[in-house]
Nanobody, 122 residues
Framework: QVQLVESGGGLVQPGGSLRLSCARS????????MAWYRQAPVKERELVAA???????TFADSVKGRFTITRDNAKNTVFLQMNSLKPEDTAVYYC????????????????WGQGTQVTVSS
């Protein structure tokens, strides 16, 4: 069974930094992309950053220049480095993986972690 487990959230002051980690357990045939989404209270879930299997990255305009997404394939882990944090970055951050589970299952599936809270406040 595939699981994504996030860690690294917490309370940080404005201007501070946090590093989120998302560790995958369970086997996957191929990964199409890994991403971080976030959802603030009374708001829809939004894409924060994504990285494809080829290494291409995408960022929301609101985090460009402040956030970086990287991966460690050997450790099945993706990271979100968040710098210069602002109160509006406060949200639950979710790890997402789009992948093909096995050779016997066609198509791509979405996998989600349980989320980790990030609170930016003085």
């Amino acid at each position: 069974q595939v699981q994504l487990v996030e860690s690294g959230g917490g309370l940080v002051q404005p201007g501070g930094s946090l590093r989120l980690s998302c560790a995958r357990s369970g086997s996957i045939f191929t990964i199409n992309s890994m991403a971080w989404y976030r959802q603030a209270p009374v708001k829809e879930r939004e894409l924060v950053a994504a990285i494809t299997s080829g290494g291409s990255t995408t960022f929301a305009d609101s985090v460009k220049g402040r956030f970086t997404i990287t991966r460690d394939n050997a450790k099945n882990t993706v990271f979100l480095q968040m710098n210069s944090l602002k109160p509006e970055d406060t949200a639950v951050y979710y790890c997402n993986m789009v992948a093909r589970p096995s050779t016997t299952i066609g198509g791509l599936y979405n996998y989600w972690g349980q989320g980790t809270q990030v609170t930016v406040s003085s």
